[in-house]
């Protein structure tokens, strides 16, 4: 309805969610997340009266391929074959168990990498990192305890 302030009620999505295709979400979601397909966007709308320290996401995500974090997320976040990638401004307070990790921004919380982790030159790391490959740019920020795990033949 054109003219229409529409203002919905968060959080917008409730429960459990299962979509195939492109889901275009403005709002929160509150609940299990998973993404059936390769790619998993979830874009919020500037906060301007919410604190900025809550989570756009809290709970579990998991996905199989490629998860990329803008924002906010806390809980956990878990793929046995998939590439999570956290840009420069976002920040996971989550437990991390995916098979690859690609870190630009903060982290509080254990980071479990697979076949390796990367962390960029705007990484802060708060927690402890177990993979058979670890990267540490210059300029990254690491405090934790780092065991190095036995690579899985494939």
């Known amino acids: 309805m054109p003219g229409s302030n529409f203002q919905p009620r968060n959080p917008v999505i409730t429960g459990e969610a299962h979509y195939k295709g492109k889901m275009p979400v403005d709002g929160i979601i ?76 903060t982290v509080n919380g254990d980071i479990v990498g697979r076949e390796r982790v990367e962390l960029g030159l705007g990484a802060l790391i708060n927690g402890n990192i177990s993979t058979p490959k670890l990267s540490i740019k210059p300029g990254a920020t690491f405090q934790g305890d780092c065991r190095m795990l036995k690579a899985e033949s494939v």
Do not use: C, W, Y
């Open 30 to 105: 509150s609940g299990q997340l998973h993404a059936a397909g390769s790619n998993l966007t979830v874009k919020q709308r500037p906060r301007k009266m919410r604190s900025e320290s809550l989570p756009e996401l809290d709970g579990e995500i998991s996905f199989k391929d490629m998860l990329r974090i803008n924002g906010h997320v806390a809980g956990s976040v878990f793929s046995s074959k998939g590439t999570l990638i956290i840009d420069e401004s976002a920040r996971a307070d989550a437990f991390i168990d995916v098979n690859v990790a690609i870190i630009n921004g």
